[in-house]
């Protein structure tokens, strides 16, 4: 069975930065494209980043782009999330999740993604 797990949230101040890490169990990360979505209390989900398994683009929503990094560290079987200059916007919890593996391209849209961890606070406040 397929299983991701969110690690790595934890409260942090304005302008700080966290390392989440998302790591499978089951299967290799690195034939799966994998997207960081997140969700704050009372707003709707929102994908935040994520990356391809065919050619390992990445994409990134507006409100992340130059602060967020996602990358793969295929020998731990890890996608990381490295995210600085944190804003207390930024406050949610995080998920990660997997396409399907026929979809090698990874999107934004969260209604793609078939497997999801069970997320992991970031709290950014003063």
């Known amino acids: 069975q397929l299983q991701l797990v969110e690690s790595g949230g934890g409260l942090v101040q304005p302008g700080g930065s966290l390392r989440l890490s998302c790591a499978a169990s089951?299967?290799?990360?690195?034939?799966?494209?994998i997207g960081w979505f997140r969700q704050a209390p009372g707003k709707e989900r929102e994908g935040v980043s994520c990356i391809s398994s065919s050619d390992g683009s990445t994409y990134y929503a507006d409100s992340v782009k130059g602060r967020f990094t996602i990358s793969r560290d295929n020998a731990k079987n890890t996608v990381v999330l490295q995210m600085n200059s944190l804003k207390p916007e930024d406050t949610a919890v995080y998920y990660c999740?997997?396409?399907?593996?026929?979809?090698?391209?990874?999107?934004?849209?969260?209604?793609?993604?078939?497997?999801w961890g069970q997320g992991t606070q970031v709290t950014v406040s003063s």
């Open positions: 999740a997997a396409r399907p593996r026929l979809f090698r391209q990874c999107v934004l849209y969260g209604g793609t993604y078939h497997n």
């Open positions: 089951g299967f290799t990360l690195d034939y799966y494209a």
